[in-house]
Structure formats: C-alpha cells, structure tokens
C-alpha cells in the first residue's frame, strides 16, 4: 500500500504558456521506495495563508481594498482559495517531481490578484492540499488503485518576487484595467473628440 509524502523545492514562471502561469515543483515520495507506482491523478487545493506572515505599513496600505483597515485585520484576514490543479503523474519507483500549474490573474476584480500586488517582499505562505487515485503494483493482487485522503498536505512559502517575474514575463510595463462599458465609451469618445493616439493617452491627459 503506498504511503505517499509531498514536498515542495521550487517555483518558477512557465515561459510560454497560452495564460499566466506559475508551476510549483512537488517532489513526491513513497514509501516502500520499491513499490512501483503506476501513476497518480492527483487533485491538488492551493490555499494563501495570510495570516501566516507579517505586512509593513506600506502593504497594509495597498490591502485597504481587500482587508480594510489593519485594526480590522483579526476579523478580515483569513486563508483563502487560491486555485484547484490537477496533475497525471507519471510512473516512478521511489521519488519523482512534477509540475503543479497555478494561474497568475492580472484582473484586479480577482481578489488573489489584489493580494499579490499589494506586497512588496518577502514570502506567501501557501498550503496545499491533496486529494486523488493512486495506480500501483501489489505482488499478490497486480494492478491496484487506492485514494489520497485530503489529510495529505504541504506546505511552501512562495518568494513574491516569483509572481512579479510572471507578471512581468506575460505583461512587460503593463496593468488591466476593467470599465463599465458606458464608462469605456465615454472615455473611447473622448479620445477621438480630441484627436488623442491611445487610451493611455486619454486617462493621461484626464488625470493632469
């Protein structure tokens, strides 16, 4: 009967993925090292811990939107969602790593996208939970299949520097921005009034 354990050692931008991507490196383990493992369709819960690492008043003060204001923060600033993967991991005996992918919004009606942006530094506490079937040999029964209960978990403290480096890769020296389609008009019909080259431009000239 497998006993699997997961580990995280890594993270890194995915180059040219079709949409922002962020693959966490997972090692996992079995125990016994010899038991072959056919495969596993592994199910895989990435939760932000917040409350797991501290804010400097310059952060505090880009979270107001998402936490309000930080006397607030013991009612307002709790774990949340992040995305839910899924990987096909391949066959291995003993060890093996993988690529668990999650998507990196630049859409800041998406909460996680408010909180990566506000911080400056350092590290997300992430936990991520397991969940799953696991194809494997069994000398006396052959092919087996048995279930990862959700009990399985890692965690890892994801570097926030990592994030910007695939915003930047994807989005060089640019942010979303999202409009009321009443208020993108007005804004679209104020350009062409005044013979302005780009929105940019346009909010640009508004804002001085």
């Not at 107001?64 to 600033?77: A, F, I, S, V």
């Not at 959700?150 to 921005?177: C, D, G």
Request: net charge negative; with cysteine; hydrophobic share 40%.
């Amino acid at each position: 009967m497998p006993d699997l354990s997961f580990q995280f050692e890594g993270a890194e931008p995915v180059p040219y993925a079709a949409a922002p991507m962020l693959a966490l490196k997972l090692r996992i383990t079995n125990q016994p090292a010899d038991e072959t493992i056919r495969g596993i369709m592994l199910q895989c819960q990435i939760q932000i811990e917040a409350p797991r690492r501290s804010y400097t008043p310059e952060e505090q003060t880009h979270l107001l939107d998402l936490y309000g204001k930080p006397e607030r923060w013991g009612q307002t600033l709790r774990t949340s969602l992040w995305t839910h993967s899924t990987v096909n991991v391949p066959p291995f005996n003993g060890s093996v790593t993988v690529d668990v992918l999650a998507p990196c919004s630049f859409d800041f009606n998406v909460a996680t996208t408010k909180y990566f942006h506000g911080l400056e530094s350092g590290e997300v506490p992430l936990c991520i939970l397991f969940s799953g079937t696991v194809f494997y040999d069994d000398s006396e029964q052959g092919l087996c299949i048995a279930q990862i209960p959700w009990a399985k978990e890692a965690r890892y403290l994801l570097p926030v520097s990592v994030w910007k480096r695939v915003i930047e890769l994807y989005y060089p020296n640019t942010a979303w921005l999202t409009l009321r389609r009443d208020i993108f008009d007005r804004l679209h019909e104020y350009k062409m009034r005044n013979s302005i080259p780009s929105l940019e431009l346009a909010l640009e000239r508004l804002l001085s």
